[in-house]
């Protein structure tokens, strides 16, 4: 039987894996998970392994905490340990996280094949960890499992092709995850069920760049206090900008603050909102899977074709712009036009199907 070990760490990737998980059970590939620990309190870890029913992690290391470099390089030293008793066929890695990097970079030392879901976006902004991540990692994979038709065309552009590299656009993984899982959506029960019946905003916010500039993240939340006296806002609280807030000993005025909710809360909250207000990756998506319009809280996203679209609105970060796209969308919401960028949601039965071919 093909082995392959999988490495996750942080909330993104958990459901990403899920529906890789599924598939390459089915494929009947044999899969042992390195949980890293990047992301590890119950409701940013345990509660999406309980709700999706990933398998268990068989490996846990506990790690996080640490700047980018003493992450990485700890994950790096793990992994390798591992990735040496247990000689998979293939590593498979999602994303652009710290975890993805040091797993693909294990693995490639060791002339293991890396599978990277996810490969070939690019924000084309090198400050981000996360585009150091995903470029990095692309280059030191086997198999580039891209989401979009754009992603393969980064790929091109720098360069990279057969036979090296095996190039798929097999769709989004996301998108699986959104379909197989919005039956079981749950309304939060923090929250009154009278909420769900209004319109409503749905943000979330945690990314370095907008959360650790303490200018930024004030202004950030000087926003969401303004967009709060026209409509509620509902705000899932990453703990990163939980720590910012008690740090700083401000909160948005108005907004409702919960804590991070689960996979299938989400789907809830996605739902029944008006407009997604986020610095997310995965949000932007899921905005669109929802029909529902998304301002993005950033100068620029990997995912270009919501904006070419007309769904997607890059706000940056500043309040007065953000605030003006917010009634721009009210008073002119954008059309939900038929397009399919992401795939008929097989992605992940695509990539089981490929790596069982050709492992
Ligand atoms: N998510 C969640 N609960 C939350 C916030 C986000 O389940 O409280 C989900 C969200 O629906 C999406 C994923 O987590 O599927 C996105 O993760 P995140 O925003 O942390 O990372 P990014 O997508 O930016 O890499």
Request: glycine fraction near 6%; include cysteine.
């Amino acid at each position: 039987m093909k082995t392959i070990v999988t490495v996750v760490g942080a909330r993104p990737q958990f459901i990403k894996a899920a529906t890789v998980s599924r598939a390459l059970l089915e494929a009947g590939i044999s899969e042992s998970i390195i949980h890293t620990g990047q992301h590890s309190d119950a409701n940013m870890s345990d509660v999406f392994f309980s709700e999706l029913e990933i398998p268990k992690p068989k490996h846990f290391l506990g790690i996080s905490g640490l700047t980018h470099g003493a992450m990485t390089g700890e994950m790096l030293r793990r992994i390798e340990e591992i990735l040496l008793q247990e000689k998979p066929d293939a590593l498979l890695v999602f994303g652009d996280t710290n975890s993805t990097l040091a797993g693909a970079l294990a693995a490639a030392k060791l002339h293991i094949p890396v599978a990277h879901v996810e490969a070939g976006l690019r924000s084309f902004n090198m400050k981000m960890p996360e585009e150091i991540n995903r470029t990095l990692t692309d280059r030191v994979s086997r198999w580039l499992f891209c989401p979009t038709a754009s992603a393969v065309k980064n790929l091109k552009i720098e360069g990279y092709s057969t036979p090296t590299f095996q190039i798929e656009n097999v769709g989004d993984v996301m998108f699986d995850a959104t379909l197989y899982y919005k039956k079981n959506a749950r309304w939060p029960s923090e929250l009154p069920e009278s909420l769900r019946k209004k319109p409503f905003v749905l943000c979330t916010l945690h990314r370095q760049e907008s959360v650790d500039d303490t200018k930024v993240f004030t202004e950030l939340l000087s926003a969401l206090s303004k967009i709060a006296q026209e409509s509620p806002v509902i705000w899932p609280v990453h703990p990163r900008s939980r720590k910012k807030m008690e740090s700083l000993g401000i909160t948005p005025s108005g907004v409702h603050l919960i804590a991070p909710v689960g996979y299938l809360e989400m789907l809830a909250l996605l739902e029944a909102c008006t407009v997604v207000l986020t610095d997310s990756g995965g949000l932007q998506k899921e905005a669109y899977f929802f029909g529902k319009p998304c301002l993005t809280l950033r100068e620029e996203t990997e995912w270009t074709e919501l904006v070419e679209l007309g769904v997607n609105v890059l706000c940056g970060l500043k309040s007065s712009a953000i605030e003006a796209a917010f009634y721009r969308n009210l008073s002119s919401p954008p059309d939900f036009r038929e397009a399919q960028p992401y795939g008929n949601g097989l992605a992940a039965n695509a990539v089981a199907r490929c790596l069982k071919d050709s492992i």
